[in-house]
């Protein structure tokens, strides 16, 4: 959570790290003694998650009140549209039942309708709580406004489903990654699921059309950067899908270690947001949940030398390569 506040301990008694590796990754909320709900993408391509109840600092094993219980039994929503983010949703499946009789683990109980255009509602989770931070030992909340659903969907360029609940993050409140899953709360009930935003937590703007996640490498010393989206001969200027922005708004990683290559990231904010042509053409990258494995094939995707010692641009159109994972 950006800009929020750590919540009360066991004053959500409801919200569930999950994790995999002992490593938190979403967040999800109890239906019941049997179910947890959480986002699909949280579940997309997992074997088994370990589900931790009752937890106020989800990184300290040794809190009494934390239950952890290990599921192989996931399903993601038959609907879920990875590219376009819609039908967000999945369940875990326990393989023993939560004890709900205590006052630290409870079922959610969920909304019968929707807040409207403004009201407040409450975020819950462990996610970061800055860009390239880590995820919040401690559980946070951030209280924000409803978005009204058609300035919503003009900001994302059109592609939400009449089910997705916006909230407004200006100002710079709001969820990040690690909050995926968790519940979004109006008048103790639960009327959403931290589903996706943009791609820099914290700017208060459709960051899709506005922000650009680079290597830090890329603008370490750099002061001023030209942005090409929508190419796909980078080197011909009269391509009619391009859209060309200069920046001189850009951010290294603070940890970033140009010695040992640790931290390799940054964003490069645009001034000016990108058309919904181009946002038609180059739809905001889809976080995973987890690492591939070793041996896993994965694709990179560039415009860099097709050779050594061969020319830096020589290649104008992107190449791809589906290498194994080490």
Request: charged share 20%.
């Amino acid at each position: 959570m950006v800009l929020g506040t750590e919540a009360k301990p066991h004053s959500w008694p409801y919200i569930v790290s999950l994790n995999v590796d002992d490593n938190h990754i979403c967040a999800g909320s109890i239906l019941n003694e049997e179910w947890i709900l959480t986002a699909a993408h949280c579940l997309d391509g997992a074997v088994s998650v370990e589900v931790t109840a009752g937890a106020h600092n989800q990184a300290d094993f040794t809190e009494s009140t934390q239950v952890r219980i290990t599921s192989t039994d996931l399903t993601v929503n038959r609907d879920y549209d990875d590219v376009n983010i819609i039908s967000d949703t999945g369940l875990i499946r326990l393989p023993e039942k939560l004890d709900l009789s205590g006052p630290n683990i409870k079922a959610v109980v969920m909304a019968s309708a929707d807040p409207l255009a403004n009201e407040i509602v409450t975020s819950v989770g462990w996610g970061l709580t800055e860009d390239f931070g880590t995820v919040s030992a401690t559980l946070n909340q951030v209280d924000v406004p409803v978005l009204d659903y058609d300035e919503c969907l003009a900001a994302w360029d059109n592609i939400l489903d009449p089910k997705q609940l916006c909230i407004n993050a200006e100002g710079g409140k709001g969820t990040c990654g690690g909050d995926s899953g968790g519940p979004t709360m109006f008048n103790n009930q639960q009327v959403g699921i931290t589903s996706f935003g943009g791609s820099s937590c914290g700017s208060g703007e459709p960051a899709d059309e506005e922000w650009i996640l680079t290597a830090a490498h890329c603008l370490d010393g750099a002061v001023s950067v030209e942005v090409t989206a929508g190419a796909h001969n980078q080197a011909d200027v009269t391509e009619s899908t391009q859209v060309r922005i200069t920046s001189t708004n850009l951010t290294v990683n603070r940890d970033y270690d140009d010695v040992n290559i640790i931290s390799d990231t940054g964003l490069i904010r645009l001034p000016e947001k990108l058309t919904s042509v181009v946002c038609l053409i180059s739809r905001l990258l889809s976080w995973a949940s987890a690492d591939p494995l070793a041996n896993e094939i994965v694709t990179s995707v560039g415009w860099g030398l097709t050779e050594d010692f061969g020319h830096c641009f020589t290649h104008s159109k992107p190449s791809r390569c589906s290498c194994p994972g080490l």
